[in-house]
């Protein structure tokens, strides 16, 4: 039985409806459309409704129904490779079905019913055995490199009566019937539904320990975030906060990504779906469009949507998660999220505090990265979400209130800059305002794994970089002749770390990405070209002889020369560098000008 | 239709009326309405209940006679008639004839609040489109289908440019398939009139369609104004296949008459005054370019907007930057120094040119010298700067170098006549002349192969300081 009301008035997308017994959260269509919505508050038998699409011509009057339930997400099999929008409408087939334009108050099911999967039962998992949410009955090959692993949804428990065999089933049929304590007999598919804004409970939470690696220099060597960590991206217009993004979404070491496009362009969405497939993950060898799944909700569409895409998004991860895999969101733009959230409170009546945003948007901020984090799950072993948010200050200024508050949230804040931006300093991350929180437990990893000086290597690029900032200081006051010989080979050396490790082209097909290795080879080579070069100006060779060295131009192009797998090939190049300079100090010997 | 007219006016005040007991009135619907003189003026709902229905009117509330005026609903949305005749035609904000001529007829009526575009429809942007401006098709390529504003401020030739762009976008070796959509909102006549004479003198007039709206013109129909502009883009891009190249000036007119309505319906404010739903509302605007699969038209949207007293980080520049695919900025500075156009190359980005430069596009070299001209030119302009501190003589030999790079680049790159329509391989090959001032080691952006094969002086590598080079 459903519930019946009326629309009693329509206010652009908020409505109020006269529906008796509806419950805050829940699901309504309204007028002759149909279109859909949900309850933010109730004041006797009427409510107040947001409306996920376009208003125009609903009249007063108009009938309303009450679905029952709040706004979930269908999870399982078949969500890899799909673009959904924000409330997880498929848009695939939408666009068949329906043409350019979203058509208002329809929605297929997110999950296709007619695909088969062969469904693979746990071997150990008998009936008659008392099993809960989250513990796996089976498994099913969603695509080549990811392994979906069916679980308990997280509500249901009891006796395992009978579980499928082995064979190809659609999400419809039963695979698993359960007894629960009151004698319910609850069937079991392939996939259950999940309200988006309630988190996945979890076994425990445990402590990162690996970072996650993106193959991006500035990220990784000198910012890291851990898997499971919390991230911002904040920038202005132009900065490249979407670039970042997408390159964590190509590169990095992750089983599943999901792409929140929120409130963003619906082209950055389609240079997902036309690259991704042709890119190939560095760590499978197959396609990354596999393990990516996109929610969309641009710019243009609807607002309030664009406020539930981001907890669709999550969900999906938190699923994925607790299947025991390593899980990045990424959230292109929180602010566009926040400012749907301010328009829906504007249009309530609240008092807002600050630049017009209500109170609670620090409280739904935390509450929203809270779900990023590494669990110990029911059945599968260890699960995480790194979440990544970008955030679009206006005007750029970082103090203004979603910048503030997310940065006190979050571990790792890869600051975007105008001014590097505008000198094609790509990606323009700042490394004076950014931060990370965990390099010392990202340094146990690198250490173990890479090299056992990275941290040490780290820290005296960072403070070459401190030191160039001061000398250039100097250079601008009274020009370069005040600054010794040594202090001109620092500002050289911070040219080359600039250059060599901390610029990255996106666009280059052989610096797009950059294997740990690699990004330690790399700087180490350069910080041991500049230590030779200080101990030659020491003993008296001129500045301007070693910087016009043409190795020195070699050098700074050496990330695109020299693929991830050719690092027997960089370190010749090294070895040949150091040779040079040797040679130099020979030189230099037998003319005797050596003042040692 | 309803014919039926209301007396039931209960408020009119701020541009907004309030008309009670009229049950049953859609959201959005169009209003007539008539004052005691029988003068019609034009109206929308925007808040509808059965108790009562607020109503936007477009010509202002001023003068009306809450006993006197009827209210006609017309259960219609704002629409727009569509027929090939629209071309060579000049409308107002509301669809409705401007140049004397009759209405068009047609059977074909769409709302101009289009639904959204499912990015699942659209294609990726990637053809070049040649305007024959050095900073534009070198520095910030366009491509069909993309949104590039132009960041202006009064006093500087924005219109100029924008008619310039509009004579000579082409793609490279094709003559000119582009029909044009001009939309001005709250423009000088004198504006619109330059305008008017650009496309007449330059024959396309027949394949022009205007929306106007003039300074001294109803602020609430700069509002409309834009979305029947891209009704009618969307109609000859998409229904008739044609490349429709969309000019909209100035979009700092229209987001100061969507900030005069909503303090009319007291709604919160964000930044300066303007409404928390800039965003969105610019982006419903913006969106509506691009490339839809299988269909052969395209939109490309060109708006202008000045940005109020030079400031970037105003929110109409800010917001638009945010929803646009890059900008083209222009600078004063460059202006007073004669500079046509004076394009400030810094903050000025378009981010589909890298799918729809290179190889196959238009040069192989052309993303890396583009890259390099940008890298060359930040650190001419610091030396610049260093030299404007210590003097131009205390610099070193290598600065000096950089120094003459930056005034050659203005001169010679930025600069052309405003009849100069430079093709994308004049454009590079002068682009290396400028990059052929310093010596290859200064050069890490280009390869070295583009280096071998472009730059006049590649080979002789230095391994001498730079002083005993001669200066290029
Ligand atoms: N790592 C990179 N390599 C090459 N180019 C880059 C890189 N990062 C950014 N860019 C350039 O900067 C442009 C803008 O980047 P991006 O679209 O990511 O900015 P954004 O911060 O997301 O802007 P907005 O807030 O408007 O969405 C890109 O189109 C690209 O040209
Ligand atoms: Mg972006």
């Known amino acids: 039985m459903t519930k019946q009301g009326v629309i009693k008035d329509i206010n652009g997308p908020i409505v109020t409806i006269i529906l008796p017994g509806v419950a805050n959260g829940e699901q309504v269509r309204i007028g002759e459309l149909g279109l859909y919505g949900e309850v933010i508050s109730l004041q006797g038998s009427e409510a107040l409704v947001q409306i996920y699409e376009s208003t125009e011509m609903v009249r007063p009057g108009e009938p309303v129904e009450g679905l029952s339930h709040p706004l979930s997400v269908e999870l399982g099999p078949g969500l890899m490779g799909g673009i959904f929008d924000g409330v997880q409408r498929p848009l695939e087939k939408m666009f068949l079905q329906a043409g350019d334009q979203i058509p208002r108050g329809v929605s297929p099911d997110a999950l296709d019913r007619e695909s088969q999967w062969t469904f693979t039962p746990t071997e150990s998992l008998e009936p008659n055995t008392q099993v809960s949410g989250g513990i796996q009955l089976g498994s099913v090959q969603e695509t080549e490199s990811v392994l979906h692993r069916i679980l308990v949804p997280p509500d249901v428990s009891g006796e395992l009566i009978e579980i499928a065999p082995e064979g190809d089933y659609s999400l419809d049929q039963t695979i698993a019937r359960v007894k629960t304590a009151d004698g319910e007999i609850r069937r079991l598919k392939l996939f259950h539904r999940w309200p988006v804004r309630q988190p996945r409970p979890y076994l425990h939470r445990d402590h990162s320990s690996e970072p996650l690696i993106t193959g991006q220099r500035i990220l990784d060597t000198f910012f890291p975030l851990m898997k499971g960590g919390k991230g911002a991206v904040p920038g202005p217009f132009g ?3 979407t670039m970042v993004q997408h390159q964590v979404a190509r590169w990095s070491n992750a089983d599943i990504v999901i792409y929140v496009g929120c409130g963003e362009r ?33 710019s243009n569409m609807p607002v309030v949507a664009r406020e539930a895409s981001i907890y669709v998004g999550i969900t999906i991860a938190e699923y994925y998660r607790d299947q025991g895999h390593d899980v990045v969101m990424l959230a292109d733009s929180t602010s566009r999220w926040a400012e749907a959230l301010r328009e829906v409170s504007g249009r309530l009546g609240q008092m807002p505090v600050e630049e017009g945003y209500p109170a609670y948007l620090a409280s739904r901020l935390s509450a929203f990265y809270e779900r990023a984090g590494r669990v110990e799950t029911y059945d599968c072993g260890r699960g995480s979400v790194s979440l990544i948010g970008a955030v679009s200050p206006p005007g750029g200024d970082f103090s203004e209130p979603v910048t503030s508050h997310t940065k006190e949230i979050i571990q790792t804040f890869w600051a975007l800059s105008k001014e590097l931006a505008d000198a094609r300093h790509y990606p323009a991350i700042d490394w004076v305002d950014s931060f990370s929180e965990d390099v010392s437990t990202a340094a146990i990893w690198w250490h173990e794994q890479v090299d056992r000086n990275w941290e040490k290597r780290r820290g005296q690029a960072l403070s070459m970089l401190a030191r160039d900032a001061e000398l250039s200081r100097i250079v601008n006051l009274v020009g370069p002749e005040a600054l010794s010989s040594a202090q001109r080979w620092i500002l050289e050396g911070a040219a080359l770390i600039k250059e060599g ?25 350069i910080l041991a070209i500049y230590d030779q070069g200080a101990d030659l100006i020491e003993l008296g060779v001129p500045v301007q002889e070693l910087s016009d060295l043409p190795i020195l131009a070699k050098l700074r192009r050496c990330k695109e020369v020299y693929d991830s797998d050719q690092l027997d090939q960089l370190r010749e190049f090294r070895e040949q560098a150091i040779k040079s300079f040797e040679s130099i100090r020979s030189e230099y010997a037998q003319r005797g000008e050596l003042t040692s | 239709m309803s014919a039926k007219e209301y007396r039931t006016v209960s408020s009119a005040r701020g541009g907004l009326l309030t008309v009670s007991q009229v049950p049953g009135i859609a959201f959005g619907d169009r209003v007539e309405i008539r004052d005691s003189q029988g003068r019609k003026r034009n109206g929308q709902v925007i808040r509808s209940s059965n108790i009562e229905v607020l109503i936007q009117v477009f010509e202002g509330t001023d003068h009306l006679d809450l006993e006197n005026t009827w209210v006609r609903f017309l259960d219609t949305p704002l629409e727009i008639s569509l027929s090939p005749e629209i071309l060579g035609r000049v409308f107002n904000g509301l669809g409705e004839p401007k140049d004397g001529r009759p209405p068009v007829v047609s059977r074909l009526h769409r709302s101009i609040n289009a639904n959204a575009f499912n990015p699942a429809a659209r294609t990726y942007p990637k053809e070049f489109i040649q305007t024959g401006i050095s900073t534009i098709d070198g520095l910030n390529s366009l491509v069909r289908g993309q949104k590039l504003p132009i960041f202006s401020a009064s006093g500087l030739p924005h219109n100029r ?17 582009f029909s044009i959509v001009f939309a001005a909102m709250g423009v000088s006549y004198s504006d619109a009139r330059f305008f008017q004479e650009e496309f007449a003198s330059s024959g396309v007039l027949g394949n022009v369609v205007m929306f106007i709206n003039l300074a001294d013109e109803p602020p609430v129909e700069r509002l409309t104004l834009p979305r029947m502009a891209l009704t009618a883009a969307e109609y000859l891009a998409f229904d008739l296949d044609r490349h429709v190249l969309v000019v909209m000036t100035d979009m700092t007119h229209y987001a100061e008459a969507l900030r005069e ?55 109409i520049p800010d917001l638009t930057g945010y929803i646009t695919e890059g900008q083209i900025v222009l600078s004063r500075e460059l202006h007073n120094q004669g500079v046509y156009p004076p394009v400030h190359i810094s903050p000025s980005l378009s981010r589909l040119m890298k799918d729809g430069i290179g190889k196959d596009f238009t040069r192989e070299d052309h993303p890396h010298v583009s890259n390099q001209l940008y890298a060359l030119y930040a650190r001419a302009l610091e030396t610049r700067n260093l030299a404007s501190i210590i003097g131009a003589d205390e610099l070193s030999a290598r600065d000096q170098r950089y120094l003459e790079f930056a005034d050659a680049f203005e001169k010679r790159f930025v600069a052309q006549g405003e009849d100069e329509d430079r093709s994308i391989v004049e454009t590079l090959n002068l682009a290396w002349e400028l990059l052929s001032l310093l010596p290859p080691t200064a050069l890490t952006r280009v390869t070295e192969t583009e280096m071998a094969k472009y730059h006049h002086h590649a080979g002789n590598e230095l391994r001498q300081p730079v002083q005993k080079e001669p200066l290029a």
Do not use: C, W
């Open chain 2, 261 to 315: 309505v909503a303090t009319a319906k007291g709604d919160v404010p964000a930044r300066k005054g303007y409404p928390g739903y800039l965003y969105s509302d610019l982006a419903e605007i913006y969106e509506r370019s691009g490339r839809i699969k299988d269909r052969h038209g395209s939109i490309t949207l060109v708006p202008v907007l000045s940005m109020p007293s030079d400031d970037i980080t105003h929110p």
């Open chain 1, 239 to 241: 900065a490249g906060k």
């Open chain 2, 161 to 177: 440019l924008a008619a310039q762009i509009v004579r000579q976008a082409k793609l490279p070796d094709e003559e000119s398939h």
């Open chain 1, 266 to 298: 619906g082209n950055e969405l389609v240079d997902v779906l036309d690259s991704f497939p042709k890119l190939k993950d560095p760590y499978t060898g197959r396609s990354l469009m596999e393990r990516t799944l996109l929610v969309a909700n641009t």
């Open chain 1, 501 to 525: 490790v901390l610029q990255q082209s996106a666009l280059d097909p052989v610096d797009t990405f950059s294997s740990p290795e690699k990004q330690f080879l790399l700087l180490d080579t």
